[in-house]
């Protein structure tokens, strides 16, 4: 049996923490699919997505996720080109066939680089921001 020591243990005993604790090739967000827990896609949106509900998801919408992902959805807010990884473009078919409850998940715990949703947002204020973004998806051609 050979035996290391000094530097080589070192690094073998480091490679081998980071693996498992997902250091080493840690995933690529922008590569990587978003994968939401089954609970929390199967949940239900408990605020109805009418006038109110959207205007109030719009005035969020603005104050928290609009700086990256743009006035429209698309990822091309202000901050977005400083961004390691470009923020997901909303108006996609990809972002609107989620669910209510995979948005709200999204928003409410983020992944890097997007902040998890403020703690001052309350349930129903993530919610209404899903409602807002729905309105996002492309109109149906005529």
Not at 59 to 79: F, L, Q, R, S, V
Not at 90 to 103: C, P, R, V, Y
């Given at each position: 049996m050979m035996?290391?020591?000094g530097p080589f243990?070192?690094?073998?005993?480091?490679?081998?923490?980071?693996?498992v604790v997902g250091i080493a090739g840690a995933a690529d967000p922008a590569k990587d699919e978003w994968k939401v827990p089954t609970y929390a896609a199967n949940k239900k949106n408990p605020v109805p997505a009418d006038d109110k509900s959207i205007a109030a998801g719009?005035?969020?919408y603005i104050t928290n996720c609009m700086?990256?992902?743009?006035?429209?959805?698309?990822?091309?807010?202000?901050?977005a080109p400083a961004l390691e990884h470009p923020p997901g473009d909303l108006t996609s078919a990809k972002a609107?066939?989620?669910?209510d409850g995979a948005i709200f998940w999204k928003v409410t715990t983020g992944r890097k680089p997007m902040p998890q949703a403020p703690k001052e947002l309350t349930e129903t204020q993530r919610w209404e921001i899903v409602n807002y973004v729905r309105t996002f998806a492309p109109k149906p051609a005529k």
């Amino acid at each position: 049996m050979m035996r290391h020591s000094g530097p080589f243990m070192i690094f073998l005993t480091a490679t081998a923490f980071a693996g498992v604790v997902g250091i080493a090739g840690a995933a690529d967000p922008a590569k990587d699919e978003w994968k939401v827990p089954t609970y929390a896609a199967n949940k239900k949106n408990p605020v109805p997505a009418d006038d109110k509900s959207i205007a109030a998801g719009k005035e969020n919408y603005i104050t928290n996720c609009m700086a990256c992902h743009g006035a429209g959805g698309k990822g091309d807010g202000p901050a977005a080109p400083a961004l390691e990884h470009p923020p997901g473009d909303l108006t996609s078919a990809k972002a609107q066939e989620q669910s209510d409850g995979a948005i709200f998940w999204k928003v409410t715990t983020g992944r890097k680089p997007m902040p998890q949703a403020p703690k001052e947002l309350t349930e129903t204020q993530r919610w209404e921001i899903v409602n807002y973004v729905r309105t996002f998806a492309p109109k149906p051609a005529k």
